[in-house]
């Protein structure tokens, strides 16, 4: 019983902090440590939560009360359906790079890129935590050598970010728990944070302008849809999030703050649960 009441405070309070989120506002800054935050906390909550009622095992009391299977098998399969979808995505994912590698290998710029050959427009980093920089025939066929200079520069960005290897943790996150609220705004709004940010990066190395030029050519143009590994100019690009990203292209450019240690503290509360093993027995 005792079990169970932890599995239902650990949902309770996930599905809480998860109806906390509202329309953004605020700094890149703000929004992106508000949406994380309320992104991945809740899960790992529910994750930690699970973890230890594995630890605990199905004999023995806590509080006073004796344990059951019922919330040990409940925690096993919560678990099991984890490492599932992350085996799954990181085959979509491995698939992504065995394919991109398949391009033959050129060097631009004193880049090495892998040329993908489609009239499309595309440019982006596929792998994980070592991603390849994947650029269309097109897209080098389109673009004058200034406007190519400011695409390479926001792939830069991705890759110094490493956004294709936290993306992919994020969306086996996102997988896992599409069954608590807002988990599709959030996912969406981190999508449009990654893209500021690179594009952040990108405008301290070159002129803002060009590159808000190059993303308007590459709109409606990109060939690759996986976002399972995959970090490109022209990600969700849609509606508000494109005038978004112009805009603050054509604004004076702020610095990207490095991420603080005490941000990181706050989620240290969600391995609260493995606390609760020092009291089974």
Known sequence: MMHLMMI????????????????????????????????????????????????????????????????????????????ILCIQLGFQGWKSVKSARECPQRNLAGRQIRLLQTGALFAGQIGFWQPELVISQGLLQTLSPVHLESVLAHEQGHYHYRDTFWFFWLGCVRSWTAWLPNTEPLWEELLALRELRADSYAASQVDPLLLAESLLLLVTNSPVSSEVCCAALGSSIVGNRLEQRIEALLTPPQPTPEPQIQFWHNFLLAFLPLITVIFHA
Do not use: E
Request: charged share 10%; aromatic share 18%; net charge positive.
């Open 8 to 83: 239902l405070i650990a949902v309770t309070v996930a599905w809480w902090l998860r109806t906390s989120w509202n329309a953004p506002i605020g700094s890149w800054n703000l929004r992106w440590r508000r949406s994380l935050f309320l992104f991945l906390f809740p899960p790992l909550l529910i994750f930690m939560t699970a973890n230890a009622l594995v630890c605990m095992g199905t004999q023995g009391k806590m509080g006073g009360m004796y344990t059951d299977s019922f919330s040990y098998v409940l925690a096993l399969i919560c678990l099991g359906f984890f490492a």
